[in-house]
Protein backbone atom coordinates (compact mmCIF):
# COMPACT_ATOMS: atom_id res chain seq x y z
CA UNK A 1 0.00 0.00 0.00
CA UNK A 2 3.06 2.41 0.18
CA UNK A 3 5.43 3.36 -2.43
CA UNK A 4 8.61 4.29 -1.03
CA UNK A 5 10.06 6.01 -4.52
CA UNK A 6 8.11 8.99 -4.36
CA UNK A 7 9.07 12.18 -2.67
CA UNK A 8 7.73 12.96 0.09
CA UNK A 9 5.55 16.34 0.92
CA UNK A 10 7.02 19.69 0.60
CA UNK A 11 8.46 22.15 3.21
CA UNK A 12 5.09 24.52 2.02
CA UNK A 13 2.69 21.67 3.13
CA UNK A 14 4.43 20.44 6.34
CA UNK A 15 4.65 24.35 6.83
CA UNK A 16 1.34 24.75 7.54
CA UNK A 17 0.72 21.33 9.92
CA UNK A 18 1.04 22.54 14.11
CA UNK A 19 3.05 19.11 14.85
CA UNK A 20 5.78 21.10 12.80
CA UNK A 21 5.45 24.85 13.90
CA UNK A 22 8.74 26.74 14.28
CA UNK A 23 10.81 24.02 11.96
CA UNK A 24 13.28 25.67 9.09
CA UNK A 25 13.28 24.82 5.87
CA UNK A 26 15.89 22.10 5.83
CA UNK A 27 14.41 20.75 9.17
CA UNK A 28 10.93 20.48 6.96
CA UNK A 29 12.73 18.76 3.96
CA UNK A 30 14.42 16.45 5.98
CA UNK A 31 11.24 15.11 7.79
CA UNK A 32 9.31 15.29 4.57
CA UNK A 33 11.60 12.91 3.37
CA UNK A 34 10.60 10.57 6.16
CA UNK A 35 7.49 10.06 4.85
CA UNK A 36 5.84 7.82 1.82
CA UNK A 37 3.25 7.74 -0.53
CA UNK A 38 0.43 5.30 -0.12
CA UNK A 39 -0.97 3.94 -2.81
CA UNK A 40 -4.97 4.33 -3.02
CA UNK A 41 -7.23 2.27 -2.94
CA UNK A 42 -10.90 3.54 -2.76
CA UNK A 43 -12.16 0.32 -1.67
CA UNK A 44 -9.86 -0.15 1.12
CA UNK A 45 -10.09 1.72 4.07
CA UNK A 46 -6.76 3.78 4.83
CA UNK A 47 -7.80 2.70 8.80
CA UNK A 48 -10.34 0.80 9.82
CA UNK A 49 -12.12 1.15 13.53
CA UNK A 50 -10.79 -0.41 16.54
CA UNK A 51 -7.39 -1.23 14.48
CA UNK A 52 -3.76 -0.48 16.36
CA UNK A 53 -2.51 2.59 15.37
CA UNK A 54 1.12 2.71 14.25
CA UNK A 55 1.26 5.22 11.51
CA UNK A 56 -0.40 8.83 11.14
CA UNK A 57 -1.00 10.25 7.40
CA UNK A 58 -0.64 13.88 5.74
CA UNK A 59 -3.56 14.50 2.97
CA UNK A 60 -2.20 17.17 0.51
CA UNK A 61 -4.17 16.49 -2.39
CA UNK A 62 -8.07 15.11 -2.88
CA UNK A 63 -10.24 14.42 0.53
CA UNK A 64 -10.40 11.68 2.97
CA UNK A 65 -13.42 10.94 4.78
CA UNK A 66 -13.67 9.77 8.88
CA UNK A 67 -16.36 7.68 9.50
CA UNK A 68 -17.51 7.29 13.34
CA UNK A 69 -20.10 4.84 12.87
CA UNK A 70 -23.24 5.90 14.95
CA UNK A 71 -21.86 9.49 15.58
CA UNK A 72 -20.35 12.20 13.08
CA UNK A 73 -18.36 12.25 9.91
CA UNK A 74 -15.59 14.58 8.73
CA UNK A 75 -14.19 15.58 5.15
CA UNK A 76 -10.97 16.49 4.88
CA UNK A 77 -9.31 18.54 2.49
CA UNK A 78 -5.52 19.34 2.04
CA UNK A 79 -3.31 19.97 4.01
CA UNK A 80 -4.34 17.69 7.02
CA UNK A 81 -3.16 15.88 9.44
CA UNK A 82 -4.52 12.62 9.75
CA UNK A 83 -4.47 10.06 13.10
CA UNK A 84 -1.46 11.65 14.59
CA UNK A 85 -2.41 11.44 18.10
CA UNK A 86 -3.64 7.95 17.72
CA UNK A 87 -0.18 6.58 16.41
CA UNK A 88 1.91 8.92 18.83
CA UNK A 89 0.24 7.13 21.76
CA UNK A 90 -0.51 3.92 19.97
CA UNK A 91 -4.24 4.06 20.75
CA UNK A 92 -6.48 2.38 18.89
CA UNK A 93 -8.60 3.89 15.86
CA UNK A 94 -11.85 5.47 16.77
CA UNK A 95 -12.52 6.07 13.09
CA UNK A 96 -12.85 4.49 9.90
CA UNK A 97 -10.87 6.27 7.18
CA UNK A 98 -11.78 6.41 3.11
CA UNK A 99 -9.78 7.92 0.75
CA UNK A 100 -11.06 9.30 -2.61
CA UNK A 101 -9.69 7.89 -5.54
CA UNK A 102 -6.93 10.55 -7.16
CA UNK A 103 -5.93 11.56 -3.86
CA UNK A 104 -2.38 11.93 -2.48
CA UNK A 105 -1.51 10.74 0.92
CA UNK A 106 1.33 10.30 2.60
CA UNK A 107 2.40 7.71 5.59
CA UNK A 108 4.92 8.31 8.55
CA UNK A 109 5.24 5.54 10.58
CA UNK A 110 5.53 7.07 14.73
CA UNK A 111 8.48 4.83 15.91
CA UNK A 112 10.39 6.42 12.42
CA UNK A 113 9.31 10.06 13.38
CA UNK A 114 10.19 9.11 17.06
CA UNK A 115 13.69 7.81 15.96
CA UNK A 116 14.75 10.88 13.66
CA UNK A 117 13.47 13.29 16.88
CA UNK A 118 15.84 10.88 19.31
CA UNK A 119 18.57 12.01 16.96
CA UNK A 120 17.39 15.85 16.51
CA UNK A 121 16.71 16.42 20.48
CA UNK A 122 16.18 20.14 19.96
CA UNK A 123 13.45 19.62 17.06
CA UNK A 124 12.12 17.10 19.79
CA UNK A 125 11.67 19.67 22.38
CA UNK A 126 9.77 22.02 19.76
CA UNK A 127 7.67 18.99 18.12
CA UNK A 128 6.67 17.97 21.66
CA UNK A 129 5.54 20.98 22.97
CA UNK A 130 3.67 21.69 19.29
CA UNK A 131 2.34 18.45 19.99
CA UNK A 132 1.06 19.08 23.35
CA UNK A 133 -0.47 22.63 21.90
CA UNK A 134 -2.86 20.20 19.92
CA UNK A 135 -3.90 18.05 22.70
CA UNK A 136 -4.64 20.97 24.85
CA UNK A 137 -6.63 22.82 21.70
CA UNK A 138 -9.02 20.11 21.13
CA UNK A 139 -9.28 19.56 24.96
CA UNK A 140 -10.56 22.61 25.10
CA UNK A 141 -12.91 22.65 21.81
CA UNK A 142 -14.19 19.65 23.57
CA UNK A 143 -14.86 20.96 26.31
CA UNK A 144 -16.67 23.90 24.63
CA UNK A 145 -19.02 21.22 23.07
CA UNK A 146 -19.66 19.58 25.63
CA UNK A 147 -20.87 22.41 27.62
CA UNK A 148 -23.32 23.04 24.79
CA UNK A 149 -24.30 19.90 25.28
CA UNK A 150 -25.05 20.38 29.07
CA UNK A 151 -26.97 23.38 28.58
CA UNK A 152 -29.00 21.50 25.89
CA UNK A 153 -29.29 18.24 28.23
CA UNK A 154 -30.28 20.96 31.13
CA UNK A 155 -33.02 22.39 28.90
CA UNK A 156 -34.72 19.35 27.87
CA UNK A 157 -34.46 17.70 31.47
CA UNK A 158 -36.55 21.07 32.56
CA UNK A 159 -38.83 20.41 29.65
CA UNK A 160 -39.52 16.58 30.63
CA UNK A 161 -40.45 18.29 34.25
CA UNK A 162 -42.92 20.82 32.77
CA UNK A 163 -44.33 17.82 31.25
CA UNK A 164 -44.02 15.28 34.27
CA UNK A 165 -46.33 17.52 36.19
CA UNK A 166 -48.61 18.27 33.40
CA UNK A 167 -49.48 14.49 33.44
CA UNK A 168 -49.88 14.32 37.67
CA UNK A 169 -51.77 17.73 37.36
CA UNK A 170 -53.87 16.28 34.25
CA UNK A 171 -57.16 14.07 34.89
CA UNK A 172 -56.10 10.65 34.77
CA UNK A 173 -56.43 8.37 31.58
CA UNK A 174 -54.98 5.01 30.53
CA UNK A 175 -51.71 6.76 28.79
CA UNK A 176 -51.07 8.79 32.53
CA UNK A 177 -48.77 6.25 34.38
CA UNK A 178 -46.71 4.71 31.56
CA UNK A 179 -46.24 8.35 30.26
CA UNK A 180 -45.47 9.61 33.56
CA UNK A 181 -43.35 6.43 34.10
CA UNK A 182 -41.13 7.09 31.09
CA UNK A 183 -40.54 10.77 31.85
CA UNK A 184 -39.52 9.55 34.99
CA UNK A 185 -36.95 7.27 33.56
CA UNK A 186 -35.87 9.93 31.41
CA UNK A 187 -35.03 12.35 33.78
CA UNK A 188 -33.38 9.80 36.01
CA UNK A 189 -30.82 8.61 33.72
CA UNK A 190 -29.99 11.82 32.37
CA UNK A 191 -28.79 13.56 35.75
CA UNK A 192 -25.32 13.71 35.65
CA UNK A 193 -24.12 12.06 38.55
CA UNK A 194 -25.36 8.33 36.27
CA UNK A 195 -23.00 9.61 33.64
CA UNK A 196 -20.37 6.81 33.40
CA UNK A 197 -16.67 7.45 32.56
CA UNK A 198 -13.77 4.43 31.56
CA UNK A 199 -10.73 4.14 33.98
CA UNK A 200 -8.05 5.35 32.51
CA UNK A 201 -4.47 2.27 32.77
CA UNK A 202 -3.38 4.60 35.99
CA UNK A 203 -6.73 4.30 37.82
CA UNK A 204 -7.39 1.01 36.84
CA UNK A 205 -10.31 -0.90 38.41
CA UNK A 206 -11.76 -4.53 38.24
CA UNK A 207 -14.33 -6.62 40.33
CA UNK A 208 -13.78 -10.14 42.02
CA UNK A 209 -16.73 -11.94 41.56
CA UNK A 210 -17.13 -16.03 41.93
CA UNK A 211 -15.63 -16.58 38.29
CA UNK A 212 -13.06 -14.59 38.35
CA UNK A 213 -11.21 -11.02 38.00
CA UNK A 214 -13.21 -8.65 35.64
CA UNK A 215 -12.01 -5.53 34.36
CA UNK A 216 -14.00 -2.44 34.85
CA UNK A 217 -15.42 -0.63 31.48
CA UNK A 218 -16.94 1.98 32.71
CA UNK A 219 -18.59 3.03 36.25
CA UNK A 220 -20.77 5.64 37.44
CA UNK A 221 -22.53 6.16 41.24
CA UNK A 222 -25.61 3.80 40.05
CA UNK A 223 -23.72 1.45 37.25
CA UNK A 224 -20.76 -0.47 36.50
CA UNK A 225 -20.12 -2.59 33.41
CA UNK A 226 -17.00 -5.18 33.46
CA UNK A 227 -15.55 -7.75 30.86
CA UNK A 228 -16.72 -10.82 32.50
CA UNK A 229 -13.77 -13.71 32.80
CA UNK A 230 -16.17 -16.45 31.78
CA UNK A 231 -20.10 -16.89 29.86
CA UNK A 232 -22.01 -14.35 31.38
CA UNK A 233 -24.64 -14.97 33.13
CA UNK A 234 -28.86 -13.96 32.09
CA UNK A 235 -30.12 -10.31 32.13
CA UNK A 236 -31.78 -10.31 35.83
CA UNK A 237 -28.97 -12.30 37.61
CA UNK A 238 -27.89 -10.96 40.94
CA UNK A 239 -24.02 -10.40 41.40
CA UNK A 240 -21.85 -9.51 44.36
CA UNK A 241 -17.73 -9.02 44.47
CA UNK A 242 -15.06 -6.59 45.40
CA UNK A 243 -14.68 -4.10 43.36
CA UNK A 244 -10.86 -2.81 43.19
CA UNK A 245 -10.63 0.77 42.41
CA UNK A 246 -7.35 2.03 42.17
CA UNK A 247 -5.71 1.53 45.81
CA UNK A 248 -9.35 0.91 47.60
CA UNK A 249 -11.78 -2.04 47.80
CA UNK A 250 -15.37 -1.98 48.37
CA UNK A 251 -18.29 -4.58 48.45
CA UNK A 252 -20.68 -4.24 45.68
CA UNK A 253 -23.79 -6.01 44.35
CA UNK A 254 -26.69 -5.83 41.92
CA UNK A 255 -28.48 -6.94 39.00
CA UNK A 256 -27.50 -7.20 35.49
CA UNK A 257 -29.39 -5.36 33.33
CA UNK A 258 -27.35 -4.99 30.22
CA UNK A 259 -25.23 -8.03 28.09
CA UNK A 260 -22.96 -7.35 25.42
CA UNK A 261 -20.92 -10.46 24.32
CA UNK A 262 -18.86 -10.73 27.38
CA UNK A 263 -19.53 -7.45 28.92
CA UNK A 264 -22.39 -7.26 31.64
CA UNK A 265 -23.64 -3.77 33.19
CA UNK A 266 -24.59 -4.18 36.46
CA UNK A 267 -27.24 -1.35 38.28
CA UNK A 268 -25.78 -0.96 41.58
CA UNK A 269 -27.38 -1.94 44.81
CA UNK A 270 -27.66 0.76 47.77
CA UNK A 271 -24.07 0.86 49.85
CA UNK A 272 -23.35 1.40 52.97
CA UNK A 273 -21.88 5.29 53.65
CA UNK A 274 -17.85 4.04 53.67
CA UNK A 275 -17.55 2.24 50.50
CA UNK A 276 -20.34 4.95 48.53
CA UNK A 277 -17.87 8.32 49.83
CA UNK A 278 -14.85 5.89 48.32
CA UNK A 279 -16.73 5.28 44.82
CA UNK A 280 -17.42 8.92 45.02
CA UNK A 281 -13.73 9.29 45.66
CA UNK A 282 -12.71 7.40 43.33
CA UNK A 283 -15.01 9.10 40.59
CA UNK A 284 -14.20 12.26 41.07
CA UNK A 285 -10.36 10.97 40.38
CA UNK A 286 -11.71 10.20 36.88
CA UNK A 287 -13.78 13.18 36.11
CA UNK A 288 -10.90 15.48 37.20
CA UNK A 289 -9.23 13.83 34.10
CA UNK A 290 -11.40 15.47 31.86
CA UNK A 291 -11.11 19.01 33.21
CA UNK A 292 -8.63 21.32 31.91
CA UNK A 293 -7.66 23.24 34.16
Not at 28 to 51: C, M, N
Amino acid sequence: MVNAGDRGPTGGELRTITLFHGFGDEELRDIGALFTRVEIDPKTPLFDLHEPATTFYLLTKGEVTLDRPGDDLFRLHPPALIGELGALTALPRSTRALVTAGSTVWALPAKKIQAYLSNHQELGVRFLVNLLTTVADKVHRDQVRMADMRQNLMKTQKELKRMRELVLESPETPLSAPVHDSLDRLITNNRRVNYRVEPPAALAASVRFEAGDAPVADISRTHISVNYPVAPPPVGTWLSGVAHLASTDIAISGKIMRVTDRKVTLELDLMIDEFAAALEGYLTRLQLLDILC
